[in-house]
């Protein structure tokens, strides 16, 4: 059974930084693409960054290039998604997201996490 467990939401001033966690069980990371995806109230979730190993061809939404950066840890099996310059539009509930594809649509993804929140304050 896939389990993916994301962890490291929280609360941040604008200009801040988190690092969110996904570690995945009964899947092996570096052989699927991994992604992230974020939902706000009201909203559909959207696509924000993912991962295809081993070429390490990533993708982002371009709201977040050049201040997110996703990465994976084949030893602990977890993916990672370093986000700098934290704006209060960044605020969603992120989710960790494992498919066989890469994809920008959630309807690429077949496993997902069960979410953790990141609120941006101004």
């Known amino acids: 059974q896939v389990q993916l467990v994301e962890s490291g939401g929280g609360l941040v001033q604008a200009g801040g930084s988190l690092r969110l966690s996904c570690a995945a069980s009964?899947?092996?990371?570096?052989?699927?693409?991994m992604g992230w995806f974020r939902q706000s109230p009201g909203k559909d979730r959207e696509f924000v960054a993912s991962i295809r190993w081993p070429a390490g061809t990533t993708d982002y939404e371009d709201s977040v290039k050049g201040r997110f950066t996703i990465s994976l840890d084949n030893a602990k099996n977890t993916v990672y998604l370093q986000m700098n310059s934290l704006k209060p539009d960044d605020t969603a509930v992120y989710y960790c997201?494992?498919?066989?594809?890469?994809?920008?649509?959630?309807?690429?993804?077949?496993?997902w996490g069960q979410g953790t929140q990141v609120t941006v304050s101004s």
């Open positions: 009964g899947r092996t990371v570096s052989r699927y693409v």
């Open positions: 997201t494992s498919g066989s594809a890469a994809s920008r649509w959630t309807i690429g993804y077949d496993y």
